[in-house]
């Protein structure tokens, strides 16, 4: 069993940034896929980047070349850095773990544990 616990976010002015925050509970976190998801009101979550455990990344076009996730296996944690933010980013953002296989995981009915999320406001 993992525990994933979200924080980082916020209410930003558009093209401003953010950095969120996963952390796991643990000894296998270097085994999982991380991702990050999002969820606006009215829509469905929606993939936004991954991790693998040999640190290969991918991203959504949506979020391309403005966020950056990253891991750092010695403290169980996943990150995202979000620059150049939009209003369409606004969102709850989870975080997610994913047991089979270091692959690009990008449907959300892969992942095996969730965190609880955190809010992110982009005011234009």
């Known amino acids: 069993q993992v525990q994933l616990s979200e924080s980082g976010g916020g209410l930003v002015q558009a093209g401003g940034s953010l950095r969120l925050s996963c952390t796991a509970s643990?000894?296998?976190?270097?085994?999982?896929?991380m991702g990050w998801f999002r969820q606006a009101p009215g829509k469905e979550r929606e993939f936004v980047a991954v991790i693998k455990w040999s640190y290969g990344t991918y991203y959504s076009p949506s979020v391309k070349g403005r966020f950056t996730i990253s891991r750092d296996n010695a403290k169980n944690t996943v990150y995202l850095q979000m620059n150049g933010l939009k209003p369409e980013d606004t969102a709850v953002y989870y975080c997610?773990?994913?047991?089979?296989?270091?692959?690009?995981?990008?449907?959300?009915?892969?992942?095996?544990?969730w965190g609880q999320g955190t809010q992110v406001t982009v005011s234009s």
């Open positions: 643990g000894r296998t976190f270097s085994s999982y896929v």
């Open positions: 997610a773990a994913a047991r089979r296989g270091d692959f690009y995981i990008t449907g959300p009915t892969d992942y095996d544990f």
